[in-house]
């Protein structure tokens, strides 16, 4: 085997071992379940998986860099409910477009603020994202008064969350696939990637051969808090809507029983008040 033959062996072995785990797992649960050997099934998990995916994208960037964001949470909450306000709002200019206008333009605002503190103010990324979070919190209590609000995703955000392509492949599967091949691309083919690596090394060592370190920071953080969100601004519903039906036929009888007799019982068929 030649040297370059075996560093590609070497690389490629932590997805080899992972791969294997997962296919030990599916064969695992597949015998415990056998409802869980189905295409359906998979295709089905993956469109939950895509919601953690495409947010991956964004702090796999910034823990490269060799910091961390914890405003992550409810940033993508944020986003959610100012996509679907506008989404649903009777004004003359809402609509779809300007409903996901807007989620960026909030993301990028929000990334803004994080990489200001992180570059520019020089405060650990723990102790900085930690507190917008603790902000973006407060900012949604305020906004909302403590009630869940009453908007509504729009069709094209249902599309993207829920929609299937031909019946079977997830929409939400192909966004997660086109985010992670372009954020790939950049780290791999780009110098911004190789600037990104260098950062994440040494950051001294990366500023004093010329790479420009607040703008990275900025352009991550701002990555991190912008493209993500905006793509699962509509999803957070995915996994209680998707996971139920699967839940009911792949559990146990007995989990299934109690769940048939909640779905009998009076309050499960009361009908809910708005506050």
């Given amino acids: 085997m030649t040297q370059a033959a075996f560093a590609r062996a070497q690389q490629a072995r932590p997805l080899i071992v992972a791969c294997t785990f997962l296919a030990v797992l599916a064969v695992g649960i597949g015998i415990m379940f056998p409802a869980t050997f189905s295409g359906s099934y998979y295709m089905q998990q993956l469109q939950i998986a895509a919601f953690v995916g495409v947010l991956a994208s964004g702090t796999m960037a910034v823990l490269l860099l060799g910091e961390i964001d914890l ?24 609509g779809e477009g300007s409903a996901f206008l807007f989620a960026m333009l909030w993301g990028v605002t929000v990334g803004a603020v994080n990489a200001f503190g992180v570059a520019i103010l020089r405060a650990p990324s723990m102790v900085w994202t930690l507190g917008v979070n603790a902000i973006l919190l407060g900012l949604t209590v305020l906004y909302a008064g403590g009630y869940s609000p009453q908007t509504n995703a729009s069709p094209v955000m249902r599309f993207l969350a829920v929609g299937r392509l031909f019946e079977t ?9 086109a985010i992670g091949t372009i954020f790939v691309f950049l780290l791999k083919r780009t110098v911004f990637g190789s600037w990104l690596y ?57 989990s299934r029983r109690l769940w048939s007799a909640a779905q009998r019982s009076p309050a499960a068929r009361a009908p809910t008040r708005a506050p």
């Fill in 169 to 177: 492949i997830p929409v939400a599967l192909i966004l997660w696939a």
């Fill in 71 to 94: 405003s992550l949470p409810w940033t993508v909450t944020t986003t959610g409910m100012l996509a679907c306000g506008i989404a649903s709002s009777d004004a003359s200019w809402a």
């Fill in 198 to 254: 260098a950062m994440g090394r040494s950051p001294r060592v990366a500023f004093l051969a010329g790479v420009p370190t607040r703008a990275v920071v900025f352009a991550v953080f701002i990555w991190s808090a912008s493209v993500p969100p905006s793509a699962v601004s509509s999803w957070p519903v995915i996994p209680a809507r998707l996971s139920r039906r699967w839940a009911i036929r792949c559990c146990c009888p007995a």
